[in-house]
C-alpha cells in the first residue's frame, strides 16, 4: 500500500536555509553600511556647523588687522565642554593680486600661446596714445591692486575632530574696514 506522502526533503530544505542565510547576511551587512555613513554624515554635518559659526563669528566680529598678522596660523580648542575633541585651526593672510602685466600678457610676461591669443593693444604697436593708454590703465591698476591688498584678506578655518581625525574647511574674504582706500591717482 502506497500512500501519498507530501512534505520536504532534506535536500530542499537545506536549500532553503541557504538562501535564507544569504540573505539574512546580505541585509545585516548593508544596514552596518547605513549606520556607518550615518554616522560618517552625522560627523561631517557637525563639522560643518562648526565651521560656518567660527567663519560667522570673523565676519560678525573682525580680528584687528595688522602686518604682524598678514599670514596668521593658529589652532585652537573650542571652549564647551561638549566640543573639547574638536580644535580648529584659523588661517588669514593678505590678499594678492596678479601683477598687471600677467593679467593682460604684456610683452615678456607670459608664454608665447597667451601673447598670440590676446587681441589687445598691450603689446606697444608705435603709436602714442595706445601707449599711453596702457600706461594710465597699470597706473590704476597698480592703485587699485594696493587698495585691495590693504582691505581684503583671506580667511580659512579648518575644524578637525582629534578622535576620528576627519576634518572640514571654510574659506572666506573679510574686510578691513579701519584702512583707508587711496583713490587719487595721479596724472
Not at 565676519?59 to 584687528?64: G, H, R, T
Not at 585691495?148 to 575632530?161: D, G, K, L
Not at 574647511?169 to 579701519?178: A, G, P
Amino acid at each position: 500500500m502506497k500512500q501519498n506522502q507530501k512534505g520536504f526533503s532534506l535536500l530542499e530544505v537545506m536549500i532553503a536555509l541557504t538562501l535564507f542565510a544569504f540573505f539574512v547576511t546580505a541585509f545585516l551587512t548593508s544596514q552596518g553600511y547605513n549606520v556607518a555613513d550615518s554616522t560618517l554624515s552625522e560627523e561631517q554635518l557637525m563639522l560643518q556647523q562648526l565651521c560656518e559659526r567660527k567663519i560667522n563669528e570673523l565676519v560678525i566680529d573682525p580680528p584687528k588687522f595688522s602686518n604682524a598678522q598678514t599670514n596668521l596660523k593658529e589652532t585652537k580648542t573650542f571652549e564647551e565642554s561638549d566640543l573639547k575633541n574638536f580644535e580648529y585651526t584659523l588661517e588669514m593672510k593678505k590678499l594678492t593680486v596678479p601683477d598687471f602685466a600677467q593679467l593682460f600678457a604684456q610683452k615678456d610676461a607670459t608664454s608665447e600661446e597667451a601673447k598670440d591669443s590676446y587681441e589687445g593693444n598691450y603689446f606697444g604697436n608705435n603709436q602714442n596714445s595706445g601707449n599711453r593708454n596702457a600706461s594710465l590703465e597699470k597706473m590704476v591698476f597698480e592703485e587699485l591692486k594696493k587698495n585691495i591688498e590693504r582691505v581684503i584678506w583671506q580667511a580659512r578655518v579648518t575644524v578637525t575632530n582629534k578622535d576620528t581625525k576627519y576634518s572640514y574647511t571654510l574659506s572666506t574674504y573679510l574686510t578691513n574696514y579701519n584702512e583707508k582706500i587711496q583713490l587719487n591717482i595721479g596724472f
